[in-house]
């Protein structure tokens, strides 16, 4: 069996991995070894540049490892800033939630081959041992170990952890695990694949120079067709490619590269521009740090301008909005810069009495709010799904009538989506006009749950048919206002259509729910907390999911309001 280790957090989530296939237990194991009260002993893998892997003796030997090498490939400013300035790297809560993923993913891949040995030693202050994980895996592989995990090896400053080192003949193949997905061969390109690649070259590199033969390199990823049975198949959820060839491409430009990124770390804080490589393959965590002193809205706020524009017109000190005023600029993105810098608002009450001709009572305001995860956690579910647990619904008979709310929670534990499916066709009749906040969200949502359950396909698809978007008067210029700054985010109109009332400010909701990200993040933890916690981490998402409808109803009345304007 693999090994077991007593000081980690993790340990029940690796047993219980191998024995339960139960989703509820696996989340609330996973949870409480975690994701709650202990979330300190929780190893997450984040970029090693970001690391505490003994940083002082890093910093005076100048060493790398694989993710640094990368840091280095996107940004050379990226990889000194990662070892010197780490404080200023700003990492949110999305960023944090998806390394937790790729933490349960590469714990469920290290299963893939069978029995393995994990490489792992940890200081005192809780630091990787990195000297004790190299030796573990000299005796592992002297011991005829056929899979070894976190594998570890290092020369001359040039350290590496390969996820799985996977025995063959006479060598051994790599197998570079990560929790993106694979969709299809024709998506795969070699430009797509590079960042990989660039990781997979420079592992094999240092392998190679610690004497070991490298037969074989794969990159394991989540294979976003596979949909899970009663049970997880751990085979059928990971796609394993061959990258050998792209690694070769790669692997001859790592000695220079390494040479580099050493002498980046030697000197001083390199003067980069910002550029595509700030967004391109990751979101780097310092770009705030890089445009700092930023007055805001500037050129990065610009609506569905190209970040690659945004970063040549910045470079150009062509920073503001009157510094922009002589660009090729969209019709929305002039609007953007004109409203803003004239202090002007743009409504056209024809226009939104036209839209608001397609709303008729019974009239309905619904919201959903989804989690996913990269491990499908329910029967007939895929990597990354979007799972709805809850929904808000307001309605209002007739004109003039009572403005009336239902809504829908699930219990974190078991599968939401039935019931919530169930109560939906009660709160909403067949052919009544509902609207929701860019809809092709819940549409897509609704056809997921059709899909799921046949009896209710027809009534599901019914209220999904008959759905108007409240974003369409925006999105088509018939009202604009400079306190958008180019968003039509409810989060951004609503503030801009209300800006003095403080009940439907999002941040003066009480509770730990203010936004999507966190009701994401708090709903499956409500199973393991105290009941009174859970109550009131209820009571959070209640307010919130309340608001986002109730904010919809408000949007809907100054459009009616602005529709009587001459």
């Known amino acids: 069996m693999a090994k077991q280790r007593s000081n980690c957090s993790l340990l029940g989530l690796l047993q219980f991995l191998s024995i339960i296939t139960n989703f509820n237990k696996f989340i609330t194991t996973l949870i409480a070894n975690g994701r709650s009260a202990d979330i300190p002993t929780l190893r997450i893998v984040v970029p090693a540049s970001l690391m505490n892997l003994d940083t002082k003796e890093n910093r005076n030997m100048k060493s790398l490892s694989k993710s640094r090498y990368t840091a280095f490939c996107q940004c050379p400013k990226n990889l000194w800033l990662g070892v010197f300035k780490r404080d200023e790297a700003v990492i949110d809560d999305a960023a944090k939630a998806r390394f937790e993923e790729g933490n349960v993913v590469g714990y469920l891949a290290m299963g893939l081959f069978g029995n393995?040995?994990?490489?792992?030693?940890?200081?005192?202050?809780?630091?990787?041992?990195?000297?004790?994980?190299?030796?573990?895996?000299?005796q592992f592989m002297a011991a005829g170990v056929e899979n070894?995990?976190?594998?570890?090896?290092?020369?001359?400053?040039?350290?590496?952890?390969?996820?799985?080192?996977?025995?063959?003949?006479?060598?051994?193949?790599?197998?570079?695990?990560?929790?993106?997905t694979y969709h299809d061969d024709k998506t795969d390109t070699a430009k797509h694949l590079l960042v990989y690649s660039r990781d997979i070259a420079y592992q094999k590199w240092v392998l190679e120079r610690c004497g070991v033969k490298v037969k074989g390199c794969y990159l394991v990823r989540l294979d976003s067709n596979y949909v899970r049975g009663k049970e997880l198949d751990i085979q059928d959820l990971f796609h394993i490619k061959?990258?050998?060839?792209?690694?070769?491409?790669?692997?001859?430009?790592?000695?220079?590269?390494?040479?580099?990124?050493?002498?980046?770390?030697?000197?001083?804080?390199?003067d980069e521009p910002v550029a595509l490589h700030c967004h391109d393959p990751y979101d780097c965590a310092f770009f705030q740090y890089c445009t700092k002193g930023m007055q805001y809205p500037n050129v990065f706020n610009m609506y569905r301008m190209n970040f690659q524009l945004k970063c040549e017109l910045y470079n150009q000190g062509k920073i503001y909005y009157e510094d922009l005023r002589d660009e090729n600029l969209t019709e929305i993105q002039r609007l953007q810069v004109e409203t803003s810098l004239n202090g002007t608002q743009l409504v056209t009450p024809e226009d939104i009495r036209e839209f608001l001709k397609k709303l008729t009572y019974p009239l309905y305001f619904l919201d959903f709010e989804t989690m996913m995860f990269a491990i499908p956690p329910y029967e007939g579910t895929k990597p990354y799904q979007q799972i709805p647990f809850q929904y808000s619904l307001h309605w209002i008979e007739e004109e003039g009538g009572e403005l009336k709310h239902s809504e829908f929670l699930g219990d974190s534990v078991l599968d939401p989506r039935r019931a919530l499916a169930e109560q939906l066709c009660k709160d909403i009749p067949?052919?009544?006009?509902?609207?929701?906040?860019?809809?092709?969200?819940?549409?897509?949502?609704?056809?997921?749950?059709?899909?799921?359950?046949?009896?209710?396909?027809?009534?599901?698809?019914?209220?999904?048919?008959?759905?108007?978007?409240?974003?369409?008067?925006?999105?088509?210029?018939?009202?604009?206002?400079?306190?958008?700054?180019?968003?039509?985010?409810?989060?951004?109109?609503?503030?801009?259509?209300?800006?003095?009332?403080?009940?439907?400010?999002?941040?003066?909701?009480?509770?730990?729910?203010?936004?999507?990200?966190?009701?994401?993040?708090?709903?499956?933890?409500?199973?393991?907390?105290?009941?009174?916690?859970?109550?009131?981490?209820?009571?959070?998402?209640?307010?919130?999911?309340?608001?986002?409808?109730?904010?919809?109803?408000?949007?809907?009345?100054?459009?009616?309001?602005?529709?009587?304007?001459?």
């Open 116 to 138: 393995y040995k994990e490489a792992h030693a940890e200081k005192p202050d809780g630091s990787l041992d990195l000297s004790a994980m190299i030796a573990q895996t000299q």
């Open 242 to 270: 061959d990258m050998k060839e792209l690694v070769d491409n790669e692997y001859l430009k790592v000695p220079t590269n390494v040479k580099r990124a050493k002498a980046v770390l030697a000197g001083d804080e390199p």
């Open 148 to 180: 070894i995990c976190e594998a570890s090896f290092s020369i001359d400053g040039n350290y590496c952890a390969v996820d799985i080192l996977r025995k063959n003949g006479d060598g051994w193949d790599i197998y570079e695990v990560k929790s993106s």
């Open 430 to 566: 067949k052919g009544v006009c509902t609207t929701a906040y860019n809809k092709g969200f819940e549409c897509g949502r609704l056809k997921e749950l059709a899909d799921a359950y046949p009896d209710l396909r027809e009534h599901l698809l019914d209220i999904r048919d008959h759905i108007v978007d409240l974003i369409e008067p925006f999105r088509q210029k018939m009202v604009y206002l400079p306190e958008m700054n180019g968003s039509f985010s409810i989060k951004h109109v609503l503030p801009a259509l209300q800006p003095d009332d403080p009940a439907l400010n999002y941040s003066n909701l009480e509770g730990s729910v203010h936004n999507g990200g966190e009701a994401m993040t708090i709903y499956p933890l409500i199973a393991t907390m105290t009941p009174s916690a859970a109550a009131a981490a209820r009571e959070s998402l209640l307010k919130y999911c309340w608001l986002d409808t109730y904010a919809m109803v408000k949007v809907w009345e100054k459009l009616r309001e602005m529709a009587t304007n001459n």
